[in-house]
């Protein structure tokens, strides 16, 4: 009887533990999900009474390495910052540890000293990081095995609403952590464009986004998602001339989440000196020119080079960014106030189905021709509750916990789950769920090429 | 012999500790300058056979407390994320500290205790804070004495270069924390116009900085300096109707930083993934729209709407930003490649002499009449070592030492210099150093208004 712990129980945990709670008697586990929410904790385990929930606090090191000690496979869905934690208590009480997060240097050291004790740690287990390296990888050493010569990497995913639940003039409604919704871009992209270094500050990342049709779909518009250039390196792809990872949204989104960027409403680090009782529309009244004699709608409209009756305006609108609603709490950052307008404006409802699209597109040469191929995956969700973002989140890590406890991921060394040995397998098995890419190989066109910045 | 000890021996201790080294006979004071560089703490000690200069590292606990429990009064002149360390140890073992930064949240805990030990605990003893606070302070006291109804506060200083020391073309050098130049204005600034909230997100801020006259000179800009609303409660200008504080430079220079912001070079959150040898001209391409048969230098300029000829083309040039001189590191963000740079370029010379200017205009109503107050000060530093700056951080706090050490700042009770009774005698005391404001009165004009943001 093995036996496996659930730290976290949100939205993204959804699918893990229906899987878990579904393969209890066949694989003979024991399942024991925990979180600081007990109403999060009993909406998960509701119908599946042989999984234990727990209310427990992961931060108290008496609950945490109570719950540790007495199982033997741990699944971290907690908030990245809190993986640290859990997984100290895993090296030291000898627990195998898997997340769906990011591997960063603390990650990568405690998942070597893990190793080193014969423990099984890892992480980019999930969507983006996870599927996305998978399936990817996959691809790259088809044609590298084929003899190809790959010139060209581009890679798009984004976590969207299905077109039959598109019901607001944004296209989006909140189907992961919202605050990664409202910092999203914030930094400088990097990617590699024919060879030239491309880098886009934050205050044109919006602005400079494309048009896009995937697996099909001509529905999506797509922007540069952070570093790129780090993949040269991770995928194997040295000297390659092109390599770009992108973020999609439905078309209409960016340039209208641009002009909020523009107001200045991202802003995460300054709290502001304004009451709670404040409006939104004397909010953006103190980002524009001072014009008493104007609308808001109007001066904003100016201020953006924007006609009164641009679509763009209409999503502002909607938001409520030119009404008398009040803004709510004192000393917050724009950015926070914005996150507690959109938490509410873009809320998931119980019927809403949610869409998770990727697509690779890789050029490369094989005997004198360029070809490309492209492989795409389009997964909705059922409802509010089961996702596809949890599918996408949870199946990953479902099936490395069942391949592990059945002793058929032996040969893995690395804390990322990208060698064969893992990849492959959970690929299938991802495939026997009906998760499959799409794929479609052609002779070359011109590369994807980015649209240069224009601001 | 009450015995003071000086953490801190950079640029602008110099005036500190040469104030000290004057008076230790006259003041039966024994002085020690620790510094975890010998060679500062030599340079600032030389000539002064009555001061002890000690190489120290003041993050060993061991080191620190030992020169710590060895002194009366200690003097901070660290950077402020290590001044904690060092008011923890004055709090347990009964020292007296003060500092030239802001007291934060954490310090203002640790000055309540202090209090309450006896102890003198106090920040914002520098120019700005410092000298901002009590100039400005004493003229509202004085206008509030005399029966007037403040209507407008502003207040504009910066850190400058002389006239017959400027010689480069972005009228520029650095004479204090490099690192807080190029992050100069991130956020959002804040502040109120004639009864209106404004709000200017950072990637307009320099290009909304406005002309200005200040004691005469009519070669000066300002911009808004973050945030100016919290001063309405702390210099009880309670329901004023305009306030702001503002940084000044000398003109030319905010345009040309508006640029360096457009182009991305201050984003100093994302290690870039280029290698050491990437020229600064690639760098800048890299930040361009890509066409390959224009030079970087026009295709810089259609970015940032320019024609080829004008100054700030200039400015960007003589930087470097379209020459062969590589980068020199790996994985920097834009923000620590434009501070090297710029480090080196804006390099106080042996002769040169800084400026520091400040100037309060306060508008208010009394006996029926608007009249206008300016206060101004124009100081110039005599060389690279006596700076302006090192003269006006120095001296609030050699004097606070002095009035303290005599017994004359017994009945202050706040952690920052507000109160008459110690903003006072350190200002009759700078003005016996020559350090004085030109005050002038007139009837009231328009209050200075701020330009609206024009992007």
Chains 1, 2 share one sequence.
Not at 356 to 370: A, C, L, P, T, Y
Not at 379 to 402: C, F, I, N, W, Y
Request: glycine share 8%; aromatic share 8%.
């Amino acid at each position: 009887m093995k036996k496996i712990l659930v730290f976290g129980a949100g939205r993204s945990a959804t699918t893990l533990i229906r899987f878990l709670g579904d393969h209890t008697r066949k694989e003979q586990w024991q399942v024991t999900v925990a979180d600081a929410s007990g109403d999060l904790v009993q909406q998960k385990v509701d119908g599946y009474p042989n999984l234990d929930g727990v209310v427990a606090n992961v931060t108290s090191a008496k609950e945490r390495t109570a719950l540790i000690k007495n199982h033997d496979f741990i699944i971290s869905m907690l908030p990245w910052t809190l993986h640290a934690l859990v997984a100290k208590d895993c090296l030291r009480l000898g627990k195998h540890l898997i997340t769906a997060s990011y591997v960063n240097a603390d990650m990568r050291e405690l998942a070597a000293k893990a190793r080193k004790k014969g423990l099984f740690f890892m992480g980019e287990l999930g969507l983006d990081p996870g599927l996305d390296h998978m399936s990817a990888l996959r691809l790259i050493r088809q044609i590298k095995a084929s003899g190809g010569h790959i010139t060209s990497f581009h890679s798009y995913a984004g976590g969207l609403i299905a077109e039959e639940s598109d019901t607001n003039p944004w296209h989006y409604k909140i189907t992961w952590n919202p605050r990664n919704v409202i910092l999203a871009g914030q930094g400088t992209a990097q990617y590699r464009d024919k060879g030239q270094l491309r880098l886009v500050p934050y205050h044109h990342l919006f602005g400079s986004a494309m048009p896009i049709a995937i697996d099909g779909k001509d529905r999506y518009e797509v922007y540069a998602n952070r570093d790129s250039l780090k993949y040269i390196s991770m995928y194997g792809l040295t000297g390659i001339p092109s390599i770009m990872r992108g973020t999609v949204r439905i078309r209409g989104f960016c340039k209208a989440w641009d002009a909020l960027v523009k107001l200045g409403l991202t802003d995460s680090v300054t709290p502001l000196g304004v009451a709670e009782s404040l409006t939104w529309k004397q909010l953006i009244a103190g980002l524009l020119p001072d014009n008493p004699s104007a609308s808001v709608r109007s001066l904003c409209a100016d201020y953006l080079g924007l006609s009164l009756d641009d679509v763009v305006m209409d999503q502002l609108a909607w938001l409520g960014l030119f009404s008398d609603q009040q803004i709510g709490d004192r000393g917050l950052a724009p950015a926070d106030y914005l996150q507690n307008l959109l938490t509410d404006k873009w809320k998931l409802e119980p019927q809403d189905r949610d869409l998770v699209v990727m697509e690779h597109r890789i050029h490369f040469d094989k005997g004198g021709q360029s070809q490309e191929i492209r492989s795409s995956l389009h997964h909705e969700g059922s409802d509010q509750d089961k996702t596809a973002m949890a599918d996408l989140v949870g199946l990953p890590l479902a099936h490395a916990t069942r391949l592990f406890l059945n002793g058929q991921l032996n040969e893995v060394t690395l804390p990322v789950p990208f060698e064969p040995c893992i990849a492959e397998p959970i690929l299938d098995a991802l495939a026997g769920d009906g998760i499959t890419f799409n794929e479609t190989m052609s002779l070359s066109t011109d590369p994807p090429s980015f649209p240069s910045l224009s601001n």
